[in-house]
């Protein structure tokens, strides 16, 4: 079981908006906003999304959005495309200085 | 741009010590700022944390590993290891190593990922 919880799917159709939501306590999530975001395509490694709970490294679209509330971090995909298509896992330091994954969310584009 | 490349045994024997090498490229372990990580990922399943270390050699683990990890740096050879003792089946997994940079809190630059079976 992971330590973050993370819905275990969503989809969305071309165009659409999706948010993906990433649970943890106050001793990582809620604690820090060293919240990261990656997406993972079949057979290939993570790529980082957003840092920082909000930032964006330069590449990647505008439609990538993060935000957190409390203990709880989201991922929002805006304007959906089929290349979206992935798995997304969120990430947190914790107050241990260890790190944690969430367990990860499978976005379907209908 | 920094690169990092996984490299070590494909296959390892169960009760067998797992033993893995990122080799790091573009850039100096030494140069500071940077935690050197390995995660794992299970066939099919979501990514694990499993620790990772400072060029000064300050270590971190996954609390529910770490009684079986070390985790090593070789600043001579701009590289990092990782020692996984007693696997069983469940070891099973793709491992990356990657960079994650302490100042914004991310993974970086990873590896492409290298696939452990562990089996008699």
């Known amino acids: 079981q992971s330590a973050l919880t993370q819905p275990a799917s969503v989809s969305g159709s071309p165009g659409q908006s999706i948010t993906i939501s990433c649970t943890g306590t106050?001793?990582?999530?809620?604690?820090?906003?060293?919240v990261s975001w990656y997406q993972q395509h079949p057979g290939k490694a993570p790529k980082l999304m957003i840092y920082?709970?909000?930032n964006r490294p330069s590449g990647v679209p505008d439609r990538f959005s993060g935000s957190k509330s409390g203990n709880t971090a989201s991922l929002t995909i805006s304007g959906l495309q089929a290349e979206d298509e992935a798995d997304y896992y969120c990430?947190?330091?914790?107050?241990?200085?260890?790190?944690?994954f969430g367990g990860g969310t499978k976005l379907t584009v209908l | 741009q920094v690169q990092l490349q996984e490299s070590g045994p494909g296959l390892v024997k169960p009760s067998q010590t797992l033993s893995l090498t990122c080799t790091v490229s573009g850039g100096s372990i030494s140069s500071g700022g940077y935690y050197w990580s390995w995660i794992r990922q299970h066939p099919g399943k979501g990514l694990e944390w499993i620790g990772y270390i400072y060029y000064s050699g300050s270590t971190y683990y996954n609390p529910s590993l770490k009684s079986r990890v070390t985790i090593s740096v070789d600043t001579s050879k701009n590289q990092f290891s990782l020692k996984l003792s007693s696997v069983t089946a469940a070891d099973t997994a793709v491992y990356y190593c990657?960079?994650?940079?302490?100042?914004?809190?991310?993974?970086?630059?990873w590896g492409q990922g290298t696939l452990v079976t562990v089996s008699s």
């Open positions: 106050s001793s990582d999530v809620g604690g820090y906003n060293y």
């Open positions: 990657a960079d994650y940079d302490i100042l914004t809190g991310y993974l970086d630059y």
């Open positions: 920082e709970v909000s």
């Open positions: 990430s947190s330091y914790t107050s241990s200085s260890t790190l944690e």
